[in-house]
């Protein structure tokens, strides 16, 4: 009899061999995969805007020197 313990679940299960065991998801992996995803794109895009707000004062500053010469 071997005693492992279950990571999705944290239960300990009891099985003849380990091959018997079958894994079953305690969450919705497929779900909080796509929710990060969405997540992940919309930091990336906030990221890419604070650099373009950061960055687009000293282009224009740029620009507007070199107009001047």
């Known amino acids: 009899m ?20 079958r894994q079953i998801s305690a969450l919705p992996v497929k779900k909080l995969r796509k929710q990060l ?7 990336r895009d906030i990221c890419l805007l604070i ?3 950061s960055w687009a004062p000293d282009l ?3 620009r ?3 107009m001047n010469r």
């Not at 995803?37 to 930091?43: F, G, L, Y």
Request: charged residues 25%.
């Open 51 to 53: 650099q373009r707000t």
């Open 37 to 43: 995803e969405a997540v992940t794109k919309h930091m």
């Open 64 to 66: 507007a020197a070199a």
């Open 60 to 62: 224009l500053r740029g």
């Open 2 to 21: 071997v005693r492992t313990m279950d990571a999705a679940t944290g239960v300990w299960v009891r099985s003849q061999t380990r091959t018997k065991l």
